[in-house]
Nanobody, 120 residues
Framework: EVQLVESGGGLVQSGGSLRLSCTAS????????IGWFRQAPGKEREEVSC????????YYGDSMRGRVTVSSDSAKNTVYLQMNSLKPEDTAIYYC?????????????WGRGTQVTVSS
């Protein structure tokens, strides 16, 4: 069974940093691309990044480009989202997902999400 579990969310002040983790089970990163998404209250879910581990490429969405970096630890089957210079408008639930491909690839499985709250 494909499963993803996010962790690392919390409360941080504006300008601060957080590192989110997405630990996968039931598959390896060679099987799927890993996307990070976020959904703020009253807004649609948007994609923050998408990583294809097999070729080492990460694609970043416009919303957080330049402030986030994705890395991975294949031994732990974990992908990380390092977020810097956080703003109150970054407050959202952050999800990771296993996708068939970056771009318009369908999502195979979602994690349950982790809350990030940025105070002003």
């Amino acid at each position: 069974e494909v499963q993803l579990v996010e962790s690392g969310g919390g409360l941080v002040q504006s300008g601060g940093s957080l590192r989110l983790s997405c630990t996968a089970s039931g598959f390896t990163f060679d099987d799927y691309a890993i996307g990070w998404f976020r959904q703020a209250p009253g807004k649609e879910r948007e994609e923050v990044s998408c990583t294809v581990d097999s070729d080492g490429r990460t694609y970043y969405g416009d919303s957080m480009r330049g402030r986030v970096t994705v890395s991975s630890d294949s031994a732990k089957n974990t992908v990380y989202l390092q977020m810097n210079s956080l703003k109150p408008e970054d407050t959202a639930i952050y999800y990771c997902a296993a996708k068939l491909a970056c771009g318009f690839g369908a999502v195979r499985s979602w994690g349950r999400g982790t809350q990030v709250t940025v105070s002003s």
